[in-house]
Nanobody, 118 residues
């Protein structure tokens, strides 16, 4: 129903910046929220940031003040601007789209690697 493709991952030095993008296709008008999750080796996948259909955003404590999530008016693209990157930010970042009907359905992109060197 919803397909997600991430881009923008790569290698960057600590203190640098990176911008991730996620393009949604399919039934994009059914999406209620979009967000970014990340998973480091040996760790659980964790929420990084989420933005609602009303434009409200929430962030993990570890990225507050450094990361900014945004999306276009059609809700077909979401971005994650990452500043002041730290080695602890190294992970695979996944785009998420949530559709709320009688059941909650989550759709995921394939992930994009972000590596921060010290």
């Amino acid at each position: 129903q919803v397909q997600l493709v991430e881009s923008g991952g790569g290698l960057v030095q600590a203190g640098g910046s990176l911008r991730l993008s996620c393009a949604a296709s399919g039934s994009i008008f059914s999406i209620n929220t979009m967000g970014w999750y990340r998973q480091a080796p040996g760790k659980q996948r964790e929420l990084v940031a989420v933005i609602t259909s009303g434009g409200d955003s929430n962030y993990a404590d570890s990225v507050k003040g450094r990361f900014t999530i945004s999306r276009d008016s059609a809700k077909n693209t979401v971005h994650l601007q990452m500043n002041s990157l730290e080695p602890e930010d190294t992970a695979v970042y996944y785009c998420n789209a949530r559709v709320v009907r009688s059941l909650v359905r989550d759709y995921w992109g394939q992930g994009t690697q972000v590596t921060i060197s010290s």
